[in-house]
């Protein structure tokens, strides 16, 4: 079975740092680009960033290029995302979506709040 | 960025009626390629969301066929032939020949 499993959420304080990963399982792993997608609390989806295969092509949205890193691990089959300098308006659940367009599947998505 | 405006914003079906939600894009999504990299995703109730349409028209694995999508250029359509209990949740279109890939606000469907 195809599966993304995110972990690494959690409450951190504004301009602290978490690290997000998605394991990953069932398919070959180093074939696919992949992505984090967030949405914040009763809101819509946003893209946030993707890498493709091999890990040497990164994108990001503005609101977070130059805060957040996405890598990826093929060895360990698990797509991570550094985020530093966070937020309050960072609070969201984070999805990983496997695909270069089209997204699938989503993990379960892990929770980050920013706050004090 | 390109903009997606999704309309309407919710929509309340009674089962076994048809639903139509539309998608416009403040640029075309027609690449040189000769494709259009528009997609649908459904958000249901709890769970992560999932692909149900791409590229305008292509129905994804197991996506039921009363789902089906139409549009070109900057103009798109999700349409729901005949509701079921199921299909509640959020939509919400993307656009896929751009960076950043943006989606549109969501479409609520709710059975009456």
């Known amino acids: 079975e195809v599966q993304l499993v995110e972990s690494g959420g959690g409450l951190v304080q504004p301009g602290g740092s978490l690290r997000l990963s998605c394991a990953a399982s069932g398919f070959t792993f180093s074939s696919y680009w992949m992505h984090w997608v967030r949405q914040a609390p009763g809101k819509g989806l946003v893209w946030v960033s993707r890498i493709n295969s091999d890990g040497s092509s990164t994108s990001y949205a503005d609101s977070v290029k130059g805060r957040f890193t996405i890598s990826r691990d093929n060895a360990k089959n698990t797509l991570y995302l550094q985020m530093n300098s966070l937020r309050a308006e960072d609070t969201a659940v984070y999805y990983c979506?496997?695909?270069?367009?089209?997204?699938?599947?989503w993990g379960q998505g892990t929770l980050v709040t920013v706050s004090s | 960025d390109i903009v997606m405006t999704q309309t309407p914003l919710s929509l309340s079906v009674t089962p076994g009626q048809p639903a139509s939600i539309s998608c416009k894009s403040s640029?075309?999504?027609?690449?040189?390629?000769?494709?259009?990299?528009l997609y649908w995703y459904l958000q249901k109730p709890g769970q992560s969301p999932q692909l149900l349409i791409y590229e305008v028209s292509s129905r994804f694995s197991g996506v039921p066929d009363r789902f089906s999508g139409s549009g070109s250029g900057t103009d798109f359509t999700l349409k729901i032939s005949r509701v079921e209990a199921e299909d509640v949740g959020v939509y919400y279109c993307m656009q896929g020949i751009h960076l950043p890939h943006t989606f549109g606000q969501g479409t609520k469907l709710e059975i009456k």
């Open positions: 979506a496997r695909g270069r367009l089209r997204f699938d599947p």
């Open positions: 640029q075309s999504l027609l690449h040189s390629d000769g494709k259009t990299y």
